[in-house]
């Protein structure tokens, strides 16, 4: 796990103390080693910051040229089946191997198969910079789901390229103009869409993405090695090669988990106590050859901590437990911390616990092990029963309902805490799911905001009908809220203090498998993770597996009335005194005077508010 940069300069030579400056901001996603690379004509450079986890040797350090000297790779993440793959190709390469890690590994895949054919066979989690100097081109690529970022900025003269948008910052060419309609997008969902930036002309590699950079030309080409939907198309069109696959789920997950504890350092693993992490920590503590440690966080709030059953499952499946409990009266430093660690505003506030939890894991282990991409693979959130229960009441019925709450509204209800009743509201007045869903997701507003749009219709394309309800906003999750929500929180937040997390739930072998599950009408398997929690039931009892789960979130709703109130009051107040009519707007005064009165309950919207004004703040850019 590392973190990379480059720029690429047609017209003037690359300045190396530029790329020093791109390689300090990554210091912290690398602390290990680091390393710049410059071609010969000076019109490209290569950043490194290494964080050491396979081969600790300098002889795995990065930029790293392959053994024909023609290509140069920059590489943050981890191939779980380089080894296998090494194997395979074993008697294409000519050269003998100095490393025993991944990255010669894939620098020298390159040299023997072109760039797709070697992002296809690949299970892992990444983020590559490669540079042919044959062709005079370079290649950004990202993993399958977006574990890995990779960010890019281009002004038509200048290139560059970076694991976080506070490296491409760094650059004196990058040019810091705001993209107003992006940040309302932020106000309305949280976090960033993949196609949009908080900074005009910067844009990220899609999950699956490659980006060719034709030095010849300065072109730029978008392409893509995986997509889930043409995925998916395929497992459809050879359901019957699946359906006599010998593998099962549990098969997958225990290969799985154990393909990601190799490890030359420290390994650790999440626990919350839902049925994901419990899994996986279940699976890693039978499989390791060493006891694992297991982290928690818990709240001295009673009606949030779930910290006791992390306990219990601890004790039973034998491993090292470790736990840190959050006292909301000192939550203040962290919030505004967690804030300014992300390289764009970021609004899901259980980034929170999350980056205490990481900065504790740190202590122990280089490496932890997450539930993360479980609830979007096994239908896990509540939210897709909900929205299946009401598509499927004729929308005639569910208009006519929408109609009476909102004349009750008018009529005075609105001064009660009825907030699930209004957001059930907006939701029972779309008739298409793509947009009921998006409502779903979306934060309630005491107004209209005026640039948004719906992350992903994919009913247009005739998904819905083939893997129903359920399916669509499952696979509307993996290309939008698990790689700009889930995952961002994740890394940024580990890697803020240097600790690697790997999911094994986003395996392409897993995709598959549920996927094909779906496409055969077995919906019933996915219904609250049973098939996850029938495997659970070999390592712990039913009554650690079948209660209900909080949630990893933390209770803004009162701590904006709390602990965090002066903090709010502030933000407001920056807020309406800025020159950005987007966060300069009198309707949030109301709404936060009716969330100080408990006449409603804004959290969400009024959360998503303060961060993007800190952030801003922060940046000196209000």
């Not at 779309?430 to 994919?458: A, C, Q, W």
Request: with cysteine; proline share 4%.
């Amino acid at each position: 796990m590392c973190g990379i940069g480059g720029t690429i300069s047609p017209n003037n030579p690359v300045n190396i103390d530029e790329l020093q400056s791109m390689k300090h901001s990554l210091n912290h996603r690398g602390p290990d080693g680091n390393g710049i690379w410059i071609n010969e004509s000076q019109s490209i450079g290569l950043v490194h910051a290494r964080l050491s986890i396979l081969d600790l040797s300098e002889f795995a350090s990065q930029p790293m040229i392959s053994s024909n000297k023609r290509y140069v790779l920059s590489f943050n993440g981890e191939i779980y089946n380089y080894l296998d793959l090494k194997k395979e190709l074993e008697s294409q390469f000519s050269d003998p191997f100095r490393s025993t890690g991944d990255s010669e590994f894939l620098v020298q895949a390159f040299s023997v198969l072109n760039v797709k054919s070697v992002l296809k066979k690949l299970d892992g989690m990444f983020a590559i910079a490669l540079f042919d100097s044959e062709k005079n081109k370079l290649y950004l690529a990202r993993d399958r789901f977006g574990e890995k970022p990779l960010y890019y900025y281009w002004d038509g003269q200048n290139f560059i390229f970076g694991s976080e948008v506070s490296t491409l910052m760094s650059s004196k060419y990058f040019n810091q103009e705001l993209d107003s309609s992006s940040m309302d997008y932020f106000l309305r969902y949280g976090y960033m869409p993949s196609n949009k930036n908080i900074f005009k002309k910067t844009f990220q590699v899609q999950p699956g993405g490659i980006i060719e950079f034709d030095l010849n030309t300065n072109n730029i080409t978008e392409d893509y090695y995986w997509n889930p939907i043409e995925q998916y198309k395929l497992l459809e069109s050879n359901n019957e090669q699946l359906k006599n696959s010998p593998n099962n789920l549990e098969d997958i997950l225990e290969k799985t988990v154990q393909s990601r504890l190799i490890s030359d350092v420290p390994i650790g693993c999440f626990l919350s106590s839902g049925t994901d992490s419990s899994l996986i920590a279940s699976l890693a503590c039978q499989f390791s050859k060493n006891k694992i440690d297991t982290f928690t966080i818990g709240f001295k709030e009673k009606e949030w901590d779930e910290s006791k059953n992390a306990q219990k499952i601890s004790k039973i499946i034998g491993s090292n437990h470790n736990e840190l409990i959050i006292d909301s009266k000192n939550i203040l430093e962290s919030v505004i911390e967690t804030i300014n660690l992300f390289d764009q505003p970021f609004g899901d506030s259980s980034a929170i616990p999350t980056n205490l939890l990481s900065n504790f894991a740190s202590k122990k282990v280089k490496v932890a092990l997450s539930g993360d991409g479980g609830d979007e693979l096994f239908s896990g959130y509540d939210r897709y029963t909900l929205a299946a229960k009401i598509h499927k009441v004729p929308f005639p019925l569910r208009s006519l309902s929408s109609n009476i709450i909102k004349a009750t509204e008018n009529l005075g209800a609105g001064k009660m805490q009825l907030d699930k009743i209004f957001k059930l509201r907006r939701i029972l007045e779309h008739e298409r799911i793509d947009l009921l869903y998006d409502e779903l997701l979306s934060n309630p507003m005491g107004y209209t905001l005026k640039n948004t749009f719906p992350p992903v219709i994919l009913a247009e394309m005739g998904l819905q009908e083939k893997i129903g309800i359920k399916g669509f906003m499952q696979m509307t999750d993996i290309l939008n809220y698990l790689p700009n929500d889930i995952l961002v929180k994740v890394d940024r937040a580990a890697m803020m203090h240097s600790l690697e997390t790997r999911a094994p739930f986003l395996n392409p072998a897993l995709f598959e498998y549920c996927f094909y599950e779906l496409y055969q009408k077995n919906e019933k398997i996915f219904n609250n993770k049973e098939c996850l929690k029938t495997i659970l039931q070999k390592f712990l009892p039913d009554e650690l597996i079948f209660n209900k789960k909080k949630g990893f979130s933390i209770p803004i709703v009162h701590w904006l009335r709390g602990p965090l109130k002066e903090w709010g009051e502030e933000m407001l107040y920056k807020s309406q005194n800025s020159n950005l009519s987007v966060i300069n707007n009198n309707d949030f005064l109301i709404m936060w005077e009716e969330h100080q009165d408990n006449k409603r309950n804004w959290h969400h919207g009024l959360w998503a508010l303060f961060v993007l004004t800190q952030w801003l703040d922060a940046k000196n850019l209000l």
